[in-house]
């Protein structure tokens, strides 16, 4: 315990440091690392939560993905593309809620038609909500020149995940092919940078033959390349993918989720100022997952939009939440359970990057 306080006091950590507070016990040991990193959020970006309407868009997707339920090769998905209109509904209640902002994710789809489309939608979306939301795009590999238009039409932020920074276990987890080359997801993270977004990235925790080293190297990666928010959550199988043949060897299900707190929490304390999501995987795994999330240190939620009748076919993962619950209904029940752990909701806010906000401007503005 000694050992686990000396290394949380250093002002900052090596890889072996990191190691070393992963392998930490359950128990005292992993609350000491929990109840640090809320000091660092209370003293950094403060005990506040944003959030992020997130409208699953579609679930059309080129890629095939081991991991993921929407993947290609599944032939049991029922394909869908929200309309304009429903777009819409979703955006302006989010916008009347008091939302900052909106995520909008969908499956890998390339091409002009699919720029075009989500040009139309970012243009739409601003001009019907007085320009008041912010926009995160989820949306895969794209070019360079995709990305500008995109942001030109009023992308702010732009969420990608590596998965995971280990590149013999990326190719396990991924086909070993152009559309799903390691270096390209890289190249993606420098060109959405270059595009100006504030860029997101993470991984999964608990992956078949992902080690405490690998998960160490991912916080290396995230400080290496400087990135201004992270999304991140325990891998969950799903029966109807190739890496499903692998769920014998996973941890058990209490140790992934203790494995992705402490991940947030490590993250929080290497990278005080980042915008941290607590994923809807975390809240798969345990019913209070999203708010041990942010006591852990995330500081961003992002409640779900989609159409009721749309998040069946949005199936990531097995059991994912909320599948009946509404709009109105998950709004409302979560501004009570962040209320209830000492959190401040912060509505109508853009809930901007702190960490971007200080690399990018000189007098960065305090939210
Ligand atoms: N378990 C957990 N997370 C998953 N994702 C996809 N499939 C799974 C799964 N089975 C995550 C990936 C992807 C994000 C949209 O969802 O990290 O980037």
New binding site residues.
């Given amino acids: 315990m000694n050992e686990i306080n000396l290394l949380l006091n250093k002002s900052s950590h090596t890889k072996d440091d990191l190691i070393k507070l992963l392998s930490c016990s359950p128990g005292t040991e992993t609350e000491l690392i929990l109840q640090k990193a809320l000091e660092v959020k209370a003293n950094t970006v403060g005990r506040k939560v944003y959030l992020r309407g997130l409208i699953e868009l579609s679930n059309v997707c080129s890629n095939n ?1 081991y ?3 929407i993947r290609a090769a599944n032939k049991s998905v029922e394909r869908y593309t929200l309309t304009d209109e429903e777009v819409m509904h979703c955006a302006i209640f989010a916008w009347r809620q008091g939302f900052g902002s909106l995520v909008i ?1 969908t499956g890998e789809q390339r091409g002009p038609r699919f720029t075009a489309y989500i040009e139309r939608l970012l243009r739409k979306i601003h001009e019907q909500t007085n320009h008041e939301l912010s926009i995160t795009l ?1 949306c895969g590999e794209q070019s360079l020149e995709v990305y500008k238009r995109w942001r030109s039409a009023g992308a702010h932020r732009y ?3 590596i ?1 995971t920074t280990n590149k013999e276990l990326y190719y396990k987890i991924h086909p070993h092919n152009r559309r799903h080359s390691f270096e390209n997801r890289l190249q993606a993270l420098r060109y959405l940078r270059e595009a100006g977004y504030q860029v997101g990235t ?3 925790i608990g992956l078949p033959g992902q080690s405490l080293s690998d998960l160490a190297d991912d916080l290396m990666f995230f400080r290496s390349i400087d990135i201004d928010m992270v ?8 029966e109807e ?1 190739p ?1 499903f043949a692998y769920a014998h060897q996973l941890w058990p299900v209490e140790e992934r989720f203790r494995m992705g707190l402490l991940m947030i929490a490590l993250l929080r304390i290497t990278m005080p100022y980042i915008n941290i999501a607590a ?1 809807t ?1 975390l809240e798969t795994l345990d019913i209070y997952g999203r708010q041990k999330g942010i006591l852990a240190g995330a500081n961003v939620v992002m409640p779900n939009l989609t159409p009721v009748q749309n998040r069946k076919q949005y199936q ?3 059991n994912k939440p909320n599948l009946d619950k509404d709009a109105t209904l998950s709004t409302v029940s979560l501004s009570v359970i962040i209320k209830e752990i000492g959190e401040t909701i912060c509505l109508f806010k853009p809930g901007d990057s702190l960490h971007f906000l200080n690399r990018t401007q000189r007098d960065p503005i305090q939210q």
């Fill in positions: 993905c991991y993921c339920g994710q989820s969420l990608f995940r998965e993470g991984v999964m999304g991140m959550g325990p891998y969950i199988e799903h993918t890496l994923s995987a990531l993962y097995h």
